[in-house]
Structures are given as C-alpha cells and as structure tokens.
C-alpha cells in the first residue's frame, strides 16, 4: 500500500481565498484523522471520522474549516475564507479500528502558507 | 495549557551518550503512544504502552509508562545521529463516541557526530 496520500504538499495562497486540503487514507482503514501542527500548539487534533461519518468535530477552530469525506477514500479539508493564522502543516492519518493499541499512520503533510 | 508536558523541549547531545524524555500529565490515560516525525514527514510511531508500570524496548529505546498511567518516559541509550527527529507522546482518552488522541508538544533531539 502507498500510505496515506496528501495533496497538494505545498499551498501558498492569499487571505481571503479558498483552500481546500485532499486526503487518500489506507484502504480498510475505518478511521480517518486531520490534524493541524504549528510550532505554538504543537499538533492538534481537528476532526476524525468512522467509516466516512463524522465523529468529534470539536476540535476544527471555527465555522470557515469544514471537512467532508463523501467514500471510504478520500476526504477533504476547506478552509474558507482563509487567514493568516491558518499557516500550519495539515496532517490525515487514518487506522483501522479506532482502539486502545490502535496506530495512526500520518501522510506526508501539506504545508499551507496564507500571506 | 497542554494537557501532557513534555520535557525537554531542546536536546543536543554526542553520539553515544545516553538521554531520557519525560511526558508528564495530570489526567489518566487509556494508553499512550511515542512517535517520532522527521522534517517534512508526519509522525509515525515507535510504540503504545497500555498497562501501568509497562516497560518496552525497542533496540536502543526503552518506554515505560508510569504506574497510574498518568506519565511516561523514553530512554534512548547510545544515541545515533539517526535519532536525530522530533519526539511525541500521545494519550490516549476515552470519549463518548470513540477514542481520541492528545499531543505533547514534542522534544527535538539533535545528536551529533
């Protein structure tokens, strides 16, 4: 298997554009993961989704990011419109089972910068 | 605040010496994992600890998670400059729909030749 795919790896963009984050998690993974990493908060958990339905959202920071995953292999993240503060590297990781020794297995990142 | 502190945040050593780093926590956790991200990649783990006062061992890495599963540690002996990465825990909590994972912020470790 490839792994987790992320595109694109890199996105630079202005404030106010749209910007949408692609995500392939491992096939059978029932779990998919986006994270946020910035050298202030470390890496943080946004949304995770079971089997395509979204389960804990609490963690996405306002109404501009939503994320969706319509199949089993591929989700998106948007951010609309963006902002400066958005800069971060976006990481999806996704497992299998969702259970106390289960392992998330992270794509490479996508590296967003909003000027 | 983070809810699991890990320190140090720096640590620049020797080939050869011998490190420990710490995660530490007020809140008990289900599990909790060791990952280890190099630039431009994401985290991949190195190990999940689930019984209190487990210890494993990994080559030249040894875990232990503390007896009330509230802390662990990470003790590399005879760094290599291929340790060379970032270093995160991650607990692992129990929620009403599912488990969820928690970040330290990480230790960089940089070993030189």
């Known amino acids: 298997d490839a792994g987790v795919i992320q595109s694109p790896r890199h996105e630079v963009t202005e404030m106010g554009q749209e910007v949408t984050l692609r995500c392939k998690p491992i096939s059978g993974h029932d779990y998919l993961f986006w994270y946020r990493q910035t050298m202030m908060r470390g890496l943080e958990l946004l949304i995770y989704?079971?089997?395509?339905?979204?389960?804990?959202d609490s963690g996405m920071p306002e109404d501009r990011f939503s994320a969706k995953m319509p199949n089993a292999s591929f989700s998106t993240l948007k951010i609309q419109p963006s902002e400066p503060r958005d800069s971060a590297v976006y990481f999806c990781?996704?497992?299998?089972?969702?259970?106390?020794?289960?392992?998330?297995?992270f794509g490479p990142g996508t590296r967003l910068t909003v000027l | 605040t983070q809810l699991l502190e890990q320190s140090p945040q720096f640590l620049s050593i020797q080939e050869g010496e011998n490190l420990t780093v710490y995660c530490n926590s007020s809140s008990v956790f289900s599990s909790l994992q060791w990952y280890r991200q190099e630039p431009g990649e994401g985290p991949v783990l190195l190990v999940t600890v689930v019984t209190g006062g487990e210890v494993k061992k990994l080559k030249r890495l040894t875990f232990q998670f503390g007896d009330a599963r509230k802390d662990s540690s990470l003790h590399i002996t005879a760094a290599q400059p291929g340790d060379t990465g970032l270093y995160l825990c991650?607990?692992?909590?129990?929620?009403?729909?599912?488990?969820?994972?928690?970040f330290g912020a990480g230790t960089i470790l940089r070993v030189k030749s």
């Open positions: 989704f079971n089997n395509n339905v979204p389960i804990d």
């Open positions: 991650a607990g692992l909590r129990r929620m009403e729909y599912g488990n969820k994972l928690v």
């Open positions: 990781a996704s497992s299998l089972w969702g259970g106390l020794t289960d392992t998330q297995y």
